[in-house]
């Protein structure tokens, strides 16, 4: 049998104002904090998004919605968040440029990753982020053809680290990927925390010019649907 998963698409919010009202003190707290209206934005966006998400999928109201984000590391409110009292539901979020997306599931640990192909693939970026073996299929490829697949194998391997959890804390160049013209899929990892036997690995489509995928930890299927919303 396979594993549900929704994943969610929106276009950042125009305006916070008709929608401030929705997050609770803590979330206020973050939205303040930043600096950036955009930031802001995506932000708020998010929140409305996977309170949205979630509700649809348990069958609720959005305001019935609360998310715990306590960060496993120091304690602040910007870590993963998960849905108070709903050990059934598990959900990622991820924003970038123009797109916020969310990914739903039954409580199956999941990542999702979107990242705009506008930004400047550099070297150092990719020493960064690609083991040899990857760095070798970026090469075979024509210059506009690699700056896309970088993307390709950034969001993939985003959404396993998000998967886990533990984000950039596992290093980039641990994971090995399939090529980026393949069907993605984990073919190796350092780290015990991603199993290749036990980790689903798809793309996923927020529109031109954005590459995005989702992560699920587990060894069955993943059936994938994709909505578009807006506020
Ligand atoms: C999560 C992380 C990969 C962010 O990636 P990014 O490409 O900059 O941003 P994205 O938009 O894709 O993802 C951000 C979302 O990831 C989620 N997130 C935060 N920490 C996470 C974690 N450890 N695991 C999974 N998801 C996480 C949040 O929902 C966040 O959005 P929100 O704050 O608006 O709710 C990166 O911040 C990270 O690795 N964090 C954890 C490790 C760390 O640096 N800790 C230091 C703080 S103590």
Redesign the pocket.
Known sequence: MSVACEVWWSRPLASADDHLHTLDDTERG?FNAYRQDADKL??LT??LLARTAVARWLGTTPEAIAFD?T????G?P????RVIGHDDVAL?????GARVGVAVTAGMSV?L??EATSRRAAGDLITYALNDTERAALAQLAPDDAAAAFFTYWARK?AL??A??????IPLRSITLSAPGEPARLVAADDAALDPAATTLLDVDPGPGYRAAVAVLTDKAVDITERWTSF
């Open positions: 973050r995506r932000f998010g929140r984000a960060c496993e590391d120091c602040k910007h870590g993963r968040p990622s979020l991820s924003h970038s990542g990753d979107v985003e680290m998000k886990t959890g533990r984000g950039l804390k």
